[in-house]
């Protein structure tokens, strides 16, 4: 069964969308269950988090229900080597726990922060070092099992270089250390980041020795190497404290590849949305409301054109009865919008006209406002 038989289209139509050119229509990447099989599902995007050595059995368990799943438009297979948000905290000794309730892993080591940097300094990446030669070790066998398959193998989710900080010091006291121990806090963020690049290198080095290009966990091909950069504990700091102590790191990741999307997640991140949209080395900002927001909330709408305005890639996760308002509204050029359908039929109802739906309209031609409830993201 072929996973997606319009791949090489895709891929061009995302090629243009990272270099910002205008196509005749915006990036639109959905998936539902496929017509054609009897029986579809959703593999355990936890797996290797509940069983960090188990790759064999999370790859067959991916094989086994991707191709279940239709992936429509500029929508890619992504097998995301998944070990938690911030695994890197890992590498440097924190061990993750996984939250069944929560259904996620984190990652809690309280350090004093007189030896912080200690700690931090006698890390090595090498082959004495557990997690650095897990990943490394799960990601190559992965991308090599994927060489000739249609699906792309992501580089793990290395987390924000202040979010594996306060790994160790706990958000309240990095809040305190950045007031009392600035200099400390710099040190840390320093070490962090040199990691980080290393461990980014070496991790695109292998799967571009096997694959076709590069993906992270949000899911978009690219034909070079990108990550989703964040710093969710930006949440927590000021406008001038988000400049002296994230920003900068900000800046020099994106610098490193060929390509860059900040992940603003939240309202409490839209006060930087200025500064970020005056780093050139940013592509990109993919923009999440947060648990309560809403995507269609004026206050975001008017980022969202703040950040076309600029000249930056826009990526929204869009729900189906929203589709139209956003392709309807908004420039095509850099825009990419995500979406989940329960069935075909519902895609057939929701998707845009111009890649073969009714655009939010029911058989008579009237304009739905409501749309079943999704089945769970991948």
């Known amino acids: 069964m072929s996973w997606k038989e319009d791949l090489p289209e895709a891929k061009e139509r995302l090629k243009a969308w990272w270099d910002h050119e205008l196509l005749d229509r915006p990036c639109i990447q959905y998936y539902h269950p496929r017509a054609d099989v009897k029986r579809w599902g959703l593999w355990d995007n936890w797996y290797l988090a509940k069983k960090p ?46 939250e069944n309730r929560a259904q996620t892993v984190w990652f809690d080591c309280p350090t004093p922060v007189d030896e912080i940097i200690a700690l931090l300094e006698r890390t090595r990446l090498d082959d004495n070092n557990p997690w650095y030669t897990r990943i490394k070790r799960v990601t190559e066998y992965a991308a090599q099992q994927a060489a000739g398959v249609p699906y792309q ?72 190497t990108w990550y989703p950069i964040q710093c ?74 703040k950040i076309q305005a600029a000249g930056k890639n826009l990526v929204l996760d869009v729900p189906p009865a929203d589709l139209s308002f956003f392709y309807e509204e908004f420039d095509p ?5 995500n979406s989940i359908f329960n069935s075909k039929s519902q895609a057939e109802t929701y998707l845009p006209e111009f890649i073969g739906g009714r655009g939010g309209k029911d058989e008579a031609g009237k304009r739905l406002t409501t749309s079943p409830g999704q089945f769970r993201v991948l």
């Open 333 to 337: 050029k850099g825009l990419l919008i």
């Open 153 to 224: 193998v992501t580089i793990t989710d290395l987390g924000g270089v202040l979010d594996i900080l306060a790994s160790f010091l706990t958000p309240k006291g990095l809040i305190l250390a950045m007031r009392r121990h600035p200099d400390i806090v710099d040190t840390c963020r320093a070490i962090i980041l040199e990691k980080w690049l290393q461990l980014f290198d070496e991790l695109e080095a292998i799967i571009g020795q096997h694959l076709d290009g590069f993906g992270t966990w949000l899911r978009i091909w690219c034909p070079k």
């Open 232 to 305: 969710d504990f930006s949440a927590m700091l000021s406008p001038s404290w988000f400049e002296r102590f994230a920003l900068p790191d900000i800046i020099t990741q994106a610098e490193h590849m060929k390509y860059a999307i900040y992940h603003l997640d939240g309202p409490n991140e839209i006060p930087y949305v200025d500064m970020l949209l005056q780093v050139s080395s940013l592509s990109g900002i993919q923009c999440v409301p947060g648990i309560q927001g809403t995507y269609r909330d004026p206050k975001w709408v008017e980022v969202y054109k």
């Open 53 to 98: 050595d188990a790759i064999e059995g999370a790859l067959k368990d991916f094989e086994k229900n991707g191709q279940t799943i239709f992936w429509g438009a500029e929508c890619t297979p992504h097998y995301v080597v998944n070990y938690g948000p911030g695994i890197l905290a890992s590498v440097f000794g924190c061990e993750g726990h996984w």
